[in-house]
């Protein structure tokens, strides 16, 4: 119990998780947006667009995330100096890490985000989009009027096990330096070894405290939006 | 699949089929326009990252023997090692989740639902500081123990998940049958249920593959010597990040694509079978006879 209360007491737990939650919140709006956007490719009728979506998908998804986020920090960033965060302000190396950090994040997920809503874009009945055909709507319309709402229906339960990955993977950005949970452990492991537990069980306590409801959460959910077929 | 995705359009008619020819067009040439900037801020004097000088080290010979070979064996031993020592453990951890002992079932899923939830990073870090400190591992095995302790908590976890949703899956006559005959529960679990529940999750174990291989790249972390960090020590070496990056990416590509092909082919055998789940490795093998005439059988019926 000590050692609890001095690793609470020395390190900003509260911050560093609350890192996580951004990181999370950020990278899951960017990987949403663009796996809506890859999903519709992938089922347009124009095959090139269809080609892209399964592009984009087999070669994200065959990429460890730690390769993307290196190539991001350090290549993209440093090694070409393209910064996303301006290069006069003072907190200019940590906002642009986490900015990066984000963009790999969105990156990686999009992919399985567009593998969930293709899931969910197969249990809506073809009836649905034979309707739509039937009444002359063209596809866009189709797809984001009549598809695409029901497909995130039954995209729930896949997306959320997406969200919660993405909520472990911010760990990775402890690669480029994001103050973050792992980081954090990295440096009390450093500096307060004698607590090896304590600070083991701090960090694991907190992934566990955040990702359990969201698991329990999106059960829930998918249950009860599941719609009878 | 693509019966059912092209019920969302009509068959295109003249008119669309111009239409989806200009888009098409149009998509290609942002593609293009695209491919064109990043080769020309490449190219660019102040990066200059396509001169001959920062490729040519991956026709040298030594650059893949003394670091991408190397960096490919770590990867590759660390994900091997994982992978067996996760089916073990996923497969004993999902057995614990289906006894009949109530604290064994609770221990078991405490346990698993708990790593599950820790990121496979943190469980390296607190393998290698617990290995460095308590166990007292030093030199080069330290980073592979780290590396192959955090894979294979998180993984086992996935598998023993596998595990219980293969077993759930099977029709309950299989389990009956097991207790018919006289076999305990136990008995029915590990030789009736069990092999089939584990024939039928072969692709998603050969999937789990891909994810271990992935994650092999985290051990980048703990100075690992695998594919990620090879790469690094290469490039910092010629000072070539940028093309270093690309072939490793393209390193991890291709072998995570091949095993991807290799869990579908593995998928579409199983389907074929008559049965959904072929028998596995039990005592009585399936007729081979039988089993080739089943499968004619199938081929005639067509895709289900």
Redesign the interface.
């Known amino acids: 119990m000590d050692g609890l209360q001095t690793l609470l007491g020395e390190y900003d737990v509260v911050a560093a998780f609350w890192m996580t939650i951004k990181l999370t919140f950020f990278g899951a709006i960017g990987a949403f947006i663009i796996g809506t956007v890859v999903a519709v490719m992938r089922v347009s009728p124009v095959k090139v667009f269809q080609t892209f979506g399964t592009a984009y998908v087999t070669l994200v998804r065959n990429t460890p995330l730690t390769l993307l986020v290196f190539g991001c920090a350090f290549g993209l960033a440093i090694t070409l100096q393209i910064n996303l965060a301006p290069e006069n302000s003072p907190t200019f190396i940590v906002d642009n890490n986490f900015r990066w950090g984000v963009v790999a994040l969105a990156i990686y997920h999009a992919a399985f985000v567009a593998e969930a809503i293709r899931s969910g874009i197969n249990t809506v009945p073809q009836g649905q989009a034979e309707a739509a055909r039937a009444i002359g709507l063209p596809f866009l319309p189709t797809i984001t009027t009549i598809v695409l709402p029901q497909a995130f229906r039954g995209a729930i339960a896949p997306l959320g096990n997406t969200l919660i990955a993405l909520t472990k993977n911010t760990t990775v950005l402890a690669t480029i330096g994001v103050a973050e949970p792992a980081l954090m452990m990295r440096n009390m492991f450093e500096f307060n070894i004698s607590l090896l537990y304590p600070i083991f069980i701090i960090v694991a306590a907190g992934f566990v405290i955040l990702t359990l409801p969201m698991g329990l959460f999106f059960t829930w959910w998918s249950r009860k939006l599941a719609v009878q077929r | ?1 693509s019966a ?2 092209s ?4 068959a ?1 008619g003249p008119k ?1 089929l111009v239409r ?1 020819r200009i ?2 067009i149009v ?2 040439l942002l ?1 293009l326009a695209a491919i064109f900037l990043v080769l020309k ?2 190219a660019n004097p ?2 200059d ?1 396509l001169t001959a000088a920062k490729w040519l080290p991956f026709v040298e010979w030594s650059s893949w023997k003394d670091y991408l070979i190397p960096g490919l064996i770590g990867t590759l031993k660390a994900a091997a090692i994982s992978v067996v020592l996760s089916v073990v453990a996923g497969v004993l951890l999902g057995m614990g989740r289906l006894s009949q002992l109530a604290p064994v079932r609770i221990v078991c899923g405490v346990f698993v ?2 790593f599950r ?6 469980m390296m ?2 393998a290698y ?2 290995g460095l ?2 166990l007292g591992i030093s030199g080069s095995v330290l980073p592979l123990f780290a590396a192959v302790v955090g894979l294979t908590f998180y993984n086992s976890c996935v598998i023993a998940e596998l595990v219980r949703s293969g077993v759930y899956s099977l029709p309950r006559g299989q389990r009956e049958a097991g207790y018919a005959i006289g076999l305990t529960p136990t008995q029915t679990l590990s030789a009736v249920l069990l092999p089939q529940a584990i024939t039928a999750m072969l692709p998603s174990i050969v999937s789990q593959l ?1 994810v271990i ?6 051990a ?2 703990v100075a690992y010597l695998e594919l ?1 960090r090879q790469g ?1 020590n290469l490039a910092v070496y010629k000072g070539n ?2 093309p270093t ?1 690309m072939v ?2 393209a390193i ?2 291709l ?3 091949a095993l ?1 092909r290799l869990a579908r082919a593995l998928e579409a055998r199983l389907r074929s079978g008559k049965r959904g789940i072929k028998p596995g490795p039990v005592e009585l093998g399936p007729d081979p006879a039988l089993t080739a005439e089943e499968e004619a059988q199938d081929a005639a019926a067509g895709p289900r």
């Open positions: 699949m059912e995705t019920l969302l359009f009509d295109p669309a989806h888009l098409a998509g290609v593609l801020a490449l102040a990066n990252q639902e708990f939830s820790v990121p496979v990073l943190i870090f607190f500081y617990f400190f308590t891909v291989l992935k994650d092999s790249a985290l980048y972390n990620l690094q990040l940028i990056l490793l990416s991890y590509i072998i995570n694509w991807t």
